[in-house]
Structure formats: structure tokens, C-alpha cells
Nanobody
């Protein structure tokens, strides 16, 4: 079993920054892949960034490349998403997810590949 708790969401103006945190606990083998997803009303859940905690490989959706950075602090069992130069289209509920990686190298990027989810944290970017 894995537990995930997100924090760090809030309201910012366009161009601002936020850092999301996801505190994790539970079976480490079930957290080998971790990702950040977002969903806004009427839209499907979208993979934003993911990391293979063993190999270190990362994934970013094109719309956030160069602006968002996913990282992990193993000592604190915490996953981060640093979000810079935020845009109104980044407004969404952001979720942390974890599961065992289907690959020894590549991070899982689809919501269907993750079993464990946090409760979400809201990010609102105003223009």
C-alpha cells in the first residue's frame, strides 16, 4: 500500500512560480515510478511530468518543457514539481501518482499506468 499527500498549490499570476510537494509512504517497490498529473473541468486527466525513481529518467508533456521540473528527495520521501513561468492554461487540479514501473528504464506516463493517487492540490493562474 502507498500513501500520497500533495501540498503547495495556490493562486498566482501569470509568470509566477509554485512548487508542489508530494509526501510518500508505503511499499517502496510500488513507488518506483512517480508522476504529476493535472485535470481541469471537462478535460481528461493529463500527464504533466514523471520520473523513474530507480533510473532517473524523466518525462514532460510538451506544454511544460522548459518551465516545470520534477525531482525527488529520497531522504524526505518527497516528490516535487517546480513550476515556473506559469500560464493561465496551467490552471487545474494537480495530482501525484505512484506505482511500480512497467519498464526498467522509462517512466510511466499514462494515468492508466498508476494505481496510487493523492487527493490533489489546486493550482490557479490568473492573467
Amino acid at each position: 500500500q502507498v500513501q500520497l499527500v500533495e501540498s503547495g498549490g495556490g493562486s498566482v499570476q501569470a509568470g509566477g512560480s509554485l512548487r508542489l510537494s508530494c509526501t510518500t509512504s508505503g511499499n517502496r517497490a510500488s513507488r518506483s515510478c512517480m508522476g504529476w498529473f493535472r485535470q481541469s473541468p471537462g478535460k481528461e486527466r493529463e500527464g504533466v511530468a514523471a520520473i523513474h525513481t530507480g533510473g532517473g529518467s524523466t518525462y514532460y508533456v510538451d506544454s511544460v518543457k522548459g518551465r516545470f521540473t520534477i525531482s525527488q528527495d529520497n531522504a524526505k520521501n518527497t516528490l516535487y514539481l517546480q513550476m515556473n513561468n506559469l500560464k493561465p492554461e496551467d490552471t487545474a487540479m494537480y495530482y501525484c501518482a505512484a506505482d511500480a514501473c512497467p519498464s526498467a528504464v522509462v517512466a510511466a506516463t499514462s494515468p492508466n499506468e498508476y494505481l496510487y493517487w493523492g487527493q490533489g492540490t489546486q493550482v490557479t493562474v490568473s492573467s
